[in-house]
């Protein structure tokens, strides 16, 4: 149910690329309470982006989930940047992260909704 996808303009090492989704999936799956097994994280690194006008190291992340409460967006939101953070080198003032609650009828899996 919980997709996340990081979208970063660093360059990033593939094992480090593994290690870091890797610990966005637990995070992610802690932070909400629901089975790892569900969440599915992409890593996109080395993209074209700006911020504030600058190329300076930043980060875009998009997490979507069903059932995603308002309430625990903010823990998420320092749980995610720290991780972001300490592992690309990207200060957080330079990531920005969107959340969207999907409604059940719209989040299609195995061949049906959840």
Do not use: H
Request: aromatic share 8%; charged share 20%; glycine share 8%.
């Amino acid at each position: 149910m919980p997709f996340l996808k990081l979208q970063t303009n660093v360059e990033i090492s593939p094992d480090t690329q593994r290690t870091l989704m890797e610990t966005l999936s637990r995070e992610t799956a802690s932070q909400l309470g629901k089975p790892e097994r569900y969440v599915m994280v992409a890593l996109e690194p080395a993209r074209s982006m700006l911020f504030a006008g600058s190329d300076a190291p930043l980060a875009y992340l998009e997490l979507k989930s069903i059932g995603l409460p308002g309430d625990l967006t903010p823990a998420l939101s320092g749980a995610l940047c720290k991780r972001v953070s300490e592992t690309l080198d990207i200060p957080g003032d330079r990531i920005y992260i969107e959340f969207a609650d999907a409604p059940r009828t719209m989040w299609g899996w195995n061949g049906g909704t959840f």
